[in-house]
């Protein structure tokens, strides 16, 4: 009667018992960093335009870029942790307007990447160099993370596999499993900040030039791309409403 009793007793889910949290968080843990680092790679134009940064101004402007890009990712795993389905929700209606603006930043960032010109950073300035010098970079990488429809969608799809991975049933887990996808983020752009930073110096001018073209034109496709998909809608849908209309 007491094991029954204590089966019906309903689970805490702001404080679970510490061997229960200590043996999930073994496996949440390592889950959740493993995750963090394939949603860092650069499978997309905001964490290209990350590296072309690491590139051109070594690590601590790779990392600065990182940094802002995991508070953006951050931010949106905090918010899936708090519940998905509402998330989910607020993305469905805003969809239009977070697309849009995702696009013209994206173009935005694509045509100065192009333009800009050709330059790495001395070795003695990036020696020199503090966090704080490319502080600018951390806001707008975050501004482009949460509003790229593409990054939202993957770090949802990718929270919600953790969670299915994973057994997350009390506001802990789902914390724990927030701060090991961050931290996946934060040691994927260390290292390859730290990686990019000893072998750029290799490239010359023109070679640059060439990476920045190439990297510009994916972001400039990219916001094009997103913006042309809602004009296309919107003309649809303007259509069908002068056919239905005559």
């Known amino acids: 009667m007491r094991a029954e009793a204590g089966a019906q007793r309903p689970a805490n889910l702001l404080a679970p018992d510490p061997v229960t949290y200590i043996t999930n968080a073994f496996f949440i843990i390592p889950?959740?960093?493993?995750?963090?680092?394939?949603?860092?790679m650069p499978f997309g134009p905001v964490n290209l335009l990350g590296?072309?940064?690491?590139?051109?101004?070594?690590?601590?402007?790779?990392?600065?870029?990182?940094?802002?890009?995991l508070l953006g990712d951050g931010l949106i795993a905090l918010l899936a942790a708090l519940g998905v389905h509402a998330v989910s929700g607020a993305i469905s209606e805003y969809r239009s307007a977070i697309q849009v603006l995702g696009g013209l930043g994206l173009l935005g960032a694509g045509v100065q990447?192009?333009?800009r010109p050709a330059s790495l950073s001395a070795h003695v300035e990036t020696t020199k160099a503090r966090?704080?010098?490319?502080?600018?970079?951390?806001?707008?990488?975050?501004?482009?993370?949460?509003?790229?429809?593409?990054?939202?969608?993957?770090?949802?799809?990718?929270?919600?596999?953790?969670?299915?991975?994973?057994r997350v049933e009390s506001v802990v887990d789902a914390l724990t499993v927030v701060a090991s996808i961050s931290a996946g983020i934060f040691l994927y752009w260390f290292v390859v900040?730290?990686?990019?930073?000893?072998?750029?110096?290799?490239?010359d001018k023109v070679q640059l030039r060439q990476i920045n073209h190439v990297a510009g034109i994916v972001l400039i496709a990219f916001g094009a791309l997103l913006i042309g998909q809602i004009a296309l809608r919107w003309l649809v849908l303007w259509a069908v409403g002068q056919l239905l209309g005559s």
């Open 31 to 40: 889950v959740g960093l493993i995750a963090g680092v394939l949603l860092a």
């Open 51 to 69: 590296l072309q940064r690491a590139l051109e101004r070594g690590f601590l402007g790779g990392l600065a870029a990182g940094i802002g890009i």
């Open 113 to 115: 990447l192009y333009l």
């Open 131 to 166: 966090l704080r010098d490319y502080a600018s970079d951390i806001p707008a990488m975050f501004l482009l993370t949460i509003s790229n429809p593409g990054s939202v969608l993957a770090l949802l799809a990718i929270y919600a596999g953790v969670c299915a991975f994973v």
């Open 193 to 203: 900040s730290q990686w990019i930073a000893a072998v750029r110096h290799r490239l």
